[in-house]
């Protein structure tokens, strides 16, 4: 089946710093989404982005549908962005896949 | 090892009807939660177990939803009566520790 691969697996930074997560896509997916899980579980949309590039606020992201990756920019990381972060698109039977996702962690 | 299933991966319904969705999670995995995608794509937070305990239910919409997690193994997502804006894709995922998390494939519903 279609894999999905995010890196990096861990990523620890100091606040302040800047991170590019990634997410590819062994095949083509449509509606690709990143999602934030913050530490008490909830996940949150941040970018719905099937392909272009899109900012909002610190963070921004990028996906060439041609490739099948996508990337999540995070700028001026602050503790609270600590959490993990998914990418998860649908595919052609309308199912909807996940990639493990990077947690990230970041230290005041 | 296995991963996170789910069943059925899809339910027609009428409204009015009711409908159990079953989330058999990783072994081992104490957390487990339910999301659910309706209408515009954006993915919802519905509850957070932590073995058989409510660890969050914050997310749930009303009191038609029901979960549960009888000995911290498999969890049940009832909807009683089940109405048109229930419909969307439910799904779950289970985690040994909170902060890492393996995804079911979801069960569609469709209320008619």
């Known amino acids: 089946g279609i894999q999905v691969e995010q890196s990096p697996p861990d990523l620890i930074l100091q606040e302040g710093a800047n991170s590019t997560l990634r997410c590819n896509f062994s095949?083509?997916?449509?509606?690709l989404q990143w999602f934030h899980q913050n530490p008490w579980g909830q996940l949150i949309n941040l970018f719905y982005i099937p392909s272009g590039t899109k900012q909002n606020g610190r963070l921004s992201a990028t996906t060439v549908a041609t490739e099948r990756y996508s990337l999540l920019y995070i700028s001026s990381s602050q503790t609270t962005d600590s959490g993990v972060y998914f990418c998860a698109g649908d595919l052609r039977d309308d199912k909807i896949i996940f990639g493990k996702g990077t947690r990230l962690h970041i230290l005041p | 090892e296995a991963g996170v299933t789910q069943f059925p991966s899809h339910s027609v319904i009428e409204k009015g009807q009711t409908v159990t969705l079953r989330c058999d999670p990783i072994s081992g995995h104490d957390n487990l939660y339910w999301y659910r995608r309706v209408m515009g794509k954006e993915i919802k937070f519905l509850l957070h177990f932590v073995k058989e305990s409510k660890q969050d239910e914050s997310g749930m919409p009303n009191n038609r939803f029901l979960a549960e997690r009888t000995g911290g193994t498999y969890s049940t997502l009832k909807v009683q009566p089940a109405e048109l804006e229930d419909s969307g894709v439910y799904f779950c995922?289970?985690?040994?520790?909170?902060?890492?998390?393996?995804f079911g494939p979801g069960t569609r519903l469709t209320v008619t």
């Open positions: 095949d083509s997916v449509n509606n």
């Open positions: 995922a289970s985690s040994p520790i909170v902060g890492v998390a393996y």
